[in-house]
Every structure is written in structure tokens, then in C-alpha cells.
């Protein structure tokens, strides 16, 4: 199980997205009008508490929600074969660079 994706602003990033706007150890680097992180009165009470990539675990998103991960066993949304029939592949892309970052192909019967 492998982090491939990560949603906020009510979109879905691609990691090398996410890593530029949320920095590691990004406490002071980040703009606050564009990424922010909870700020504890000892910033030692969050220090290492990140994923593989750099993200912090109480990274939050302009709205103050937090980040959540896509896993790469995460289920794709079965939709129904009559739309499947034109359409068996969906895609999974990043909405900043516009790259593909995984897809899924429906097998029709």
C-alpha cells in the first residue's frame, strides 16, 4: 500500500504537487494564503510526525481541512456498463499539473 495521490481544496494532487505547496518541515516556508499547517505553541509536538513523501499528518488545505491520501488500493467508482460500454477507462489526474496518475479500465462482459 503506496500513497499515490492526495486530495484537498476539493481536488485531487498529484504528489509532486503536494510536496511543492506543502513543504517538509514546512512550518515557516509555507504561504499562509496557500498552504498551512497547524501551528502548536511547541512546534517539537509536531516534528516528525509525516508520511513518506514529507506531508505532515495535520497538514490543512485553505479551508482548514486536513489533506487526505489516496492509496493505490483504493477502490475506483463502479459506474454502471451502459455508460462502461463507451467509456471503460477512467482516469485519475492531477488538477495543478494536469498529469495522469493512475487509470482503471472496466473489463465489459
Known amino acids: 500500500m503506496r500513497i499515490i495521490?492526495?486530495?484537498?481544496?476539493?481536488?485531487?494532487?498529484?504528489?509532486a504537487?503536494?510536496?511543492?505547496?506543502?513543504?517538509?518541515?514546512?512550518?515557516?516556508?509555507?504561504?499562509?494564503?496557500l498552504a498551512r499547517y497547524i501551528i502548536r505553541s511547541d512546534k517539537e509536538i509536531?516534528?516528525?510526525?509525516?508520511?513518506?513523501?514529507?506531508?505532515?499528518?495535520?497538514?490543512?488545505?485553505?479551508?482548514s481541512n486536513p489533506l487526505h491520501p489516496?492509496?493505490?488500493i483504493d477502490e475506483w467508482q463502479e459506474l454502471d456498463d451502459s455508460f462502461l460500454t463507451g467509456n471503460p477507462t477512467q482516469y485519475l489526474a492531477c488538477s495543478d499539473c494536469h498529469d495522469v496518475i493512475d487509470e482503471y479500465t472496466h473489463e465489459v462482459a
Open 5 to 15: 495521490a492526495y486530495t484537498y481544496e476539493a481536488d485531487t494532487h498529484c504528489i
Open 17 to 33: 504537487c503536494t510536496v511543492k505547496r506543502y513543504q517538509a518541515n514546512g512550518f515557516d516556508t509555507a504561504p499562509p494564503a
Open 70 to 72: 489516496i492509496f493505490s
Open 46 to 63: 509536531s516534528a516528525g510526525y509525516e508520511d513518506a513523501n514529507g506531508i505532515g499528518y495535520l497538514a490543512l488545505d485553505y479551508e
